[in-house]
């Protein structure tokens, strides 16, 4: 089982350029998410979606954009990228019931310049 | 407002000393309650968690956690530790049958050979 696969791993951008990070899962999990992850704040929700066709905000959304089409991708886009992204995001995926832990990718690890 | 409150931030313990890392968490309804690991450059794995049933849960590598309703904790425990132990240590609580997760801001674990 591949599980939860994030690309790329690593990512530098120079401010305004726009890029999308890829998760894809093949657990047939109905819950998928963006998290970011900075020094000393753990790990902040951006976007989720609890099915093909839904998504909706988390606790810091702007900047970012997703989509889902399929039960397996959920990419996060990146339209104008800024220095404050420097992050290194997560992609986790999980039923949608919550009793169960989320799967988490290996991440990805932005730097904006 | 819905919250999760690690203690600790950054601790450092020599090898086979005792460890509790606190979780508190401010969350209406039944949770659920899980504590990931992050290794060094690495993703989030799952360390343990607790559902129902009996408070006191097991992990791996030796880690437990126990669940006091009372005081709305779950500290995580490991008699002695080592030191592939150093690691990163989150708190996160899901709300029961919701895919809301909410994560505490980690704890940094050092442990020095």
């Known amino acids: 089982n591949a599980g939860v696969t994030q690309t790329p791993k690593f990512q530098v951008l120079k401010t305004g350029q726009s890029m999308t990070l890829q998760c894809a899962q093949d657990?047939?999990?109905?819950?998928m998410s963006w998290y970011r992850q900075d020094p000393g704040m753990g790990l902040r929700l951006i976007h989720y979606?609890?099915?093909?066709?839904?998504?909706d905000q988390g606790e810091v959304p702007n900047g970012y954009n997703v989509s889902r089409s399929t039960t397996e991708d959920f990419p996060l886009r990146l339209l104008s990228a800024a220095p404050s992204q420097t992050s290194v995001y997560f992609c986790?995926?999980?039923?949608?019931?919550?009793?169960?832990?989320?799967?988490f990718g290996n991440g990805t690890r932005l730097t904006v310049t | 407002a819905q919250s999760v409150s690690q203690h600790n931030h950054h601790v450092i313990l020599s090898e086979a000393a005792s460890l509790e890392l606190g979780c508190n968490y401010s969350?209406?309804?039944?949770?659920?309650l899980f504590w990931y690991v992050q290794y060094p450059g690495q993703h989030l794995q799952l360390l343990l968690k607790?559902?129902?049933?009996?408070?006191l849960v097991k992990g791996i590598k030796g880690f437990e956690a126990e669940f006091i309703k009372s005081k709305f904790s779950f500290n995580l425990r490991k008699p002695s530790v080592q030191w592939s132990d150093t690691a990163e240590y989150f708190c996160?609580?899901?709300?029961?049958?919701?895919?809301?997760?909410?994560f505490g801001i980690g704890t940094r674990l050092k442990v020095l050979a």
């Open positions: 607790y559902f129902s049933g009996d408070p």
């Open positions: 969350y209406g309804g039944t949770v659920n």
């Open positions: 657990m047939n999990h109905e819950y």
């Open positions: 979606s609890v099915g093909a066709g839904i998504t």
């Open positions: 986790a995926s999980g039923p949608l019931t919550g009793d169960s832990p989320l799967h």
């Open positions: 996160a609580v899901s709300r029961r049958g919701t895919y809301k997760y909410i």
